[in-house]
């Protein structure tokens, strides 16, 4: 087991996953387990979430939460959006749902593992790869009367899920002692997936052939102990000159309780950052990134692997009371997975007067009642997750070759979930 070579001696409360893998280890192959649903007790947050960005322009993504709130049964909800660039209609479907089932019961003599799952309002089947099939997800779901999706989403054989790291560590980011840590924080991937199907906008058939991405996560504690800001990124092209690209962040930051020792400095020192990603180029999973940045210590400058959401300009949003960014600008670097040298990309996200903001979500309005009212006891502030879908350009550099620019679409959520302060500048 690597063991956080990058770090000198120090006594720490968090172990993060970026930490925890040599910068040629990064990858770690899917178990069927790892997106199997675990629907554990205590306090926790499980999700599956498919993005979907359409041929017609259409970005839209369906999404699984099951929450877990202590001796209360688990709260489960499906929610949805869509979102028609060309004629700025928007919708929004959350519902909250009952009858959970993982896996279903046999159908048509066919049986189901726990990758699969239903409830009154949905149905997801997992489907394994075989000699003649892709790996699929069926999602049909009817949130309400006047919205009904029916998707197929697969995997291409030659671009491989991942999570970063591989065996049981693989993924993990735990808070508290290792032994018996307060908590965890784990993400899956498949980061390039192809879509088809149709979904019904009051009786109107809009064609759902496109490309997208799929997530599986857990947070094992409650949110607000988690982190305290979040960003995610999804770039996604076309058939570009690198044959489709696709590049995602996920970063959190730790609350001031969780972090290490630093000399010189009293107590813990938090706010501490992870980032996962990846970049897919030329039909291949490129890249796995991962990037730890202790508040005394980037172990990108050490280690050569960059993993960075940099927030710029920020400005005081009066309507929240939170420090947004008017840019952001993300990076990747990392040993090529196909061989020698290192595949690098960019993209700078004009945010400026809030361009291409899709929504700013209340998340207290949309989380089930008990999980809001544990949230808003605990934090006494209201976390926001500001959705925004711009074109973009990203700039991606495989080993031995110059430096492409290819355009496509970037989905990117900048989450705030408490410390409306925000003393650490990005």
């Known amino acids: 087991m690597f063991k956080n070579l990058f770090s000198s001696e120090t006594t720490t409360n968090f172990h993060p996953v970026t930490s925890a893998y040599p910068p040629h280890s990064l990858f770690g192959p899917l178990e069927a387990k790892d997106t199997e649903w675990t629907a554990g007790g205590g306090f926790a947050t499980e999700t599956q979430i498919w993005y979907e960005v359409l041929e017609n322009g259409v970005f839209m993504f369906c999404q699984i939460i099951h929450s877990s709130i202590g001796l209360w049964s688990p709260q489960v909800q499906f929610t949805c959006k869509f979102y028609d660039p060309q004629t700025n209609e928007q919708i929004w479907k959350s519902a909250n749902v009952s009858h959970f089932l993982t896996p279903p019961p046999p159908s048509q003599g066919r049986t189901y593992d726990r990758r699969s799952s239903q409830a009154d309002k949905f149905r997801v089947i997992h489907s394994p790869a075989t000699a003649t099939e892709l790996e699929s997800y069926k999602v049909d779901a009817q949130p309400d009367e006047g919205f009904h999706v029916s998707l197929l989403v697969e995997r291409p054989r030659e671009i491989e899920g991942f999570k970063f790291g591989a065996g049981a560590r693989g993924g993990f980011s735990y808070f508290g002692e290792m032994d018996k840590p307060d908590g965890c924080v784990v993400h899956r991937f498949w980061p390039r997936t192809k879509t088809s199907g149709v979904v019904l906008v009051n009786g109107k058939a809009v064609s759902a052939s496109g490309q997208g991405m799929f997530v599986h996560a857990i947070q094992g504690m409650r949110p607000n102990l988690v982190a305290e800001r979040w960003n995610f990124a999804h770039f996604i092209s076309g058939n570009d000159v690198l044959g489709g690209v696709s590049a995602i962040q996920m970063e959190f930051r730790t609350l001031e309780s969780y972090g290490r020792k630093v000399e010189g400095r009293e107590g813990v020192q938090g706010q501490v950052k992870v980032n996962v990603g990846c970049v897919v180029a030329g039909g291949k999973l490129a890249a796995v990134t991962g990037e730890t940045q202790w508040v005394d210590e980037l172990e990108g400058e050490k280690t050569g692997v960059v993993s960075r959401a940099e927030h710029r300009d920020v400005m005081v949003d009066k309507e ?86 290819v355009e496509g679409t ?3 959520e900048a989450s705030f979930i408490s410390n409306t302060s925000d003393p650490q500048v990005d």
């Open 320 to 405: 929240t009371g939170y420090s947004v960014p008017s840019a952001i600008d993300w990076s990747w670097s990392a040993p090529s997975l196909g061989g020698e040298g290192t595949v690098s990309a960019k993209v700078h996200s004009d945010l400026g007067g809030f361009r291409g903001l899709l929504e700013k979500v209340d998340v207290l309005a949309e989380i089930p009642y008990m999980v809001r009212k544990v949230i808003n006891y605990a934090t006494g502030t209201k976390p926001y997750i500001y959705q925004y879908f711009n074109p973009a350009k990203m700039e991606v550099r495989m080993p031995g070759k110059e430096a492409v620019v």
């Open 410 to 412: 970037l989905f990117n």
